[in-house]
């Protein structure tokens, strides 16, 4: 094959201005944005900038990032799933349960990941074979999913006293000075940008949420394709249940009561389409860490907890304006 | 009428970005006369008619209605102007019948706070009544596309415009229902109604309408009386070159290796024992009503849709397929009547576009994509079929209705097919872009690929074809060769069982 054709006798786009693409890339002006705040932030609290509140501030965004992976990816595939809450707590919540029923800590957290698979099949089986929509059917389950913990536990937290340390360890522990969840995050993130990026199964997500008839009418199997995303995003809530269990040495029923939501606007902030076909890993975890950086920032001067609700929705409201904007204009 | 002016505009422009859609535009529209405007995709019709109707704002020139400078803010303004537009694209409601989506256009501009139901049920059932037998109680999703557009150029005409303009409105309809709305628009013209004509099929220009107008490249060629012009001039102007030959040469000596051999190919309700061979180096065409199951029988041999029965055998090889994917590993392809729809992804990059058939072939050993690969791979096949781009890595949005036809065609090329069932190969492309596919068919062909084509256009049939098959109802109702392959004959074939005794 001749490589060496030029299509494009006016001036190629693809080579020359590669800073120009990357200050039209919506990840850049997230960067941007967020280094804004971190030298407001060090200037308005002297507390900000120690290495404690850097340490508080990375945990809290660093499990809920493995949930917004699994979010972008199903809403890339042109899904959307509002369980992620419950089922994230219902992991928790059996793994904590079967542990205090006298099972090893692995073993209960391996069977817990596999009911949290199992569920997101169960969803990828009513959306894809009974052909429901993803937003009622995931509904369905946060209800459901909700109720399970709250029936195993009796509404009560469970203390598991009792966990060994080396349990505890990925929750609690570091190497060096970085957090284990910090580097599970990490791995989870460069892992899954990477195949999002280069592998053809990964291509066909993107496919299949840009436009479904016309993947299938590439040989693409669209069904399957949205089968796996709905499961990956489930195993995913089940992965970051067992980390949040570590961490706080317990398991706690109502634990991520509206995280769905939060990881939605993440995501979609990311730049994460709620029509499918487009959305990035990097995007994604730029929007949670945004949002995570708003509300510490919030708390560290001392706003109230309220004002943090409505001023997180602005930002969503915001960034998906400006969005709308840009790619109008881009048009 | 000669100097009865409704609109005039002048040295009027629009740029998107760098492009300069409309370039110092001066047009003329008279009164109670079917203007047409003709020429390529991408030459700025489009873009004319969404400033007329307000949808964008130039940004210079200036607008006369009527002897009066207008700035048209907003479609609806439009609407109170008197300007109406009949979109290519249906926007209709479907859940609601047709009367009231008629209304809904009327009610729009109506001054009082009450609707006058009775006066707008009158006014809708006699405009139907001119228009065709559809019962306006009817819900929208009921009716065919054809009659879907029927409502909507019905909506239009209830909002007593003064100036009307159809956008290829006649895309959809049959013959007989194009005539029926040429009747109406005439009707229409001698009411003092100026009608702006968009279509690509320059026979309905010269049959129907009194002045036309050339563009190309955003600027205005030429406008002439229709009885003082040739077909071949407005071709000329519009492509901006001489086309000589407008259909490639055909196939020079038959062969006997049959590429493709389908035996009694049924399906429950669509249709039943087709049997058809396909010769190596000969291009195969398919007529047949809309409706009458054309489509439906190739996608069938693809295992695209429908349960179906019968043998296919591609190269002497009695194949198994499960599903499309199987039909493609085979490389026998199917190019969607629907490009938008379903033919490319209209917000991926093109290079994805090409590669989404054959992913492995764009990646290495385990899996990962090559994007060094996959853009030679869209380069040499955008190459060797003419795509005309800024970059590959353009959402293929950004293209014109051919290139973007070029790209769904490379992405079958990708494969290496050995046969391709082109559905509808050159609907909405424009000239200069229907003759390239119709020398790459060709081109194809002569490579020892096997070409079915599926057409409504039956002048495309005869000259690109070296044989035609008819589908009537599901069923192969003959076929014709050679100086057989009339339109006469084939209409013959596709029409004379009809039920409704109807001979489009």
């Not at chain 1, 941007?32 to 340490?55: C, D, E, H």
């Not at chain 1, 892992?191 to 993947?215: C, H, I, P, Q, W």
């Not at chain 1, 929705?313 to 400006?322: D, E, F, N, R």
Request: proline share 3%; glycine share 10%; aromatic share 6%.
């Amino acid at each position: 094959m001749d490589n060496t054709v030029n299509l494009t006798p006016a001036g190629s786009s693809d080579s020359a201005p590669l800073l120009k693409r990357m200050l039209r890339m919506r990840e850049t002006g997230l960067i941007v944005i967020i280094l804004g705040l971190f030298v407001i932030m060090s200037f308005a609290s002297p507390y900000f900038l120690t290495w404690a509140n850097m340490r508080a501030m990375s945990m809290a965004f660093a499990v809920d990032g493995l949930l917004v992976i699994g979010m972008t990816i199903l809403l890339i595939s042109g899904g959307i799933d509002l369980s992620v809450g419950s089922v994230t707590a219902l992991a928790m919540v059996i793994a904590g349960w079967l542990f205090l029923s006298g099972i090893d800590p692995w073993v209960a957290s391996a069977m817990a990941i596999a009911l949290c698979t199992a569920i997101g099949a169960f969803m990828g089986f009513f959306v894809t074979r009974v052909g429901l929509h993803h937003f009622i059917v995931s509904l369905a389950i946060m209800v459901i999913a909700r109720g399970a913990c709250l029936l195993f536990t009796g509404g009560r937290p469970l203390g598991l006293y009792t966990l060994p340390t080396e349990f505890k360890f990925i929750g609690q522990g570091s190497i060096g000075p970085i957090p284990i969840v910090i580097v599970i995050f990490l791995v989870f993130v460069i892992a899954f940008d990477f195949m999002l990026r280069r592998t053809t199964m990964f291509r066909k997500v993107f496919y299949t949420g840009s436009n479904e008839k016309a993947a299938a009418y590439s040989g693409i199997r669209t069904k399957k394709v949205i089968f796996l995303t709905t499961t990956l995003c489930s195993t995913l809530c089940g992965v970051a249940g067992i980390i949040y269990m570590a961490r706080f040495g317990s398991a706690q029923p109502t634990f991520g009561l509206g995280l769905e939501l939060t990881i939605i606007a993440a995501a979609v902030i990311g730049g994460a389409s709620l029509n499918g076909g487009s959305g990035s890993i990097l995007g994604a975890i730029l929007g949670v860490i945004l949002l995570s950086l708003v509300s510490s920032s919030l708390a560290l001067l001392d706003v109230s907890v309220y004002w943090q609700d409505i001023i997180r929705g602005s930002i969503l409201l915001a960034a998906v304006t400006i969005d709308h904007y840009l790619n109008k204009r881009r048009g | 009428m000669q100097d009865d002016v409704i609109l005039r505009i002048s040295n009027l422009s629009k740029s998107f970005g760098p492009v300069k859609a409309l370039r110092g535009i001066d047009f003329e529209l008279r009164k109670g006369e079917i203007h047409a405007i003709a020429g390529e995709n991408g030459a700025g019709k489009s873009t004319l008619m969404n400033v007329i109707d307000g949808i964008l704002q130039p940004d210079n020139g200036e607008i006369v209605l009527d002897g009066d400078p207008v700035k048209i803010s907003s479609p609806t303004m439009a609407q109170q102007l008197g300007i109406g537009f009949v979109h290519q694209e249906i926007a209709l409601c479907p859940d609601v019948s047709v009367a009231e989506n008629i209304f809904m256009a009327k009610t729009n501009v109506s001054r009082s706070w009450l609707m006058d139901y009775r006066k707008l049920e009158r006014d809708a059932v006699d405009v139907f009544r001119q228009l065709s037998d559809i019962d306006p109680s009817v819900l929208v999703k009921h009716l065919s596309i054809s009659n879907q557009q029927l409502v909507e150029i019905a909506k239009a005409l209830t909002l007593e415009c003064r100036i009307l303009i159809l956008d290829e409105p006649t895309a959809a309809l049959t013959e007989a229902e194009a005539q029926t709305l040429f009747g109406i628009m005439r009707k229409l013209a001698d009411q003092g109604i100026s009608i702006i004509y968009i279509s690509h099929r320059l026979v309905e220009i010269f049959d129907n309408c009194d002045r036309v107008s050339v563009f190309r490249d955003g600027q205005h060629i030429v406008t002439q009386n229709v009885a003082e012009i040739q077909p071949s001039d407005v071709v000329n102007a519009m492509v901006g070159r001489v086309l000589d030959n407008l259909y490639p040469q055909k196939q020079e000596a038959p062969s006997d290796e049959v590429i493709l051999d389908v035996r009694n190919l049924t399906e429950a309700t669509r249709f039943r024992d087709v049997s058809f061979t396909l010769n190596k180096g000969e291009i195969l065409g398919v007529a047949g009503l809309i409706g009458a199951g054309r489509s439906e029988i190739v996608k069938g041999i693809c295992q695209l849709e429908g349960d179906v029965t019968g043998e296919v055998w591609l190269n002497g090889e009695k194949l198994k397929l499960r599903n499309y994917q199987d039909s493609i590993s085979h490389g026998m392809v199917y190019l969607s009547e629907d490009r938008k729809g379903v033919g490319v992804f209209l917000d991926l990059p093109i290079a994805a576009n090409i590669s989404a058939l054959n992913l492995e072939h764009v990646a290495n050993g385990i899996g990962l994509i090559q994007s060094g690969t996959e853009e030679a791979q869209a380069k040499a096949l955008g190459h060797k079929l003419n795509l005309k781009c800024g970059s590959l890595s353009d959402p293929v949005s950004s293209l014109s209705g051919g290139n973007q036809q070029k790209v769904a065609l490379a992405k079958m090329l990708s494969v290496n097919p050995r046969l391709i069932f082109f559905d509808e190969p050159t609907r909405g492309v424009d000239v200069g872009a229907k003759s390239e596919i119709h020398r790459i068919l060709r081109e194809l062909a002569t490579e020892g690929v096997g070409i079915v084509v599926i057409s409504s256009e039956l002048p495309e049939l005869i000259g690109v074809c070296d044989r035609v098959l008819v589908v009537r109802e599901g069923r192969i109702s003959g076929q014709v060769t050679g100086d057989e392959m009339t339109e006469v004959n084939i209409m013959h074939l596709a029409s004379v069982m009809d039920a409704q005794g109807s001979v489009a």
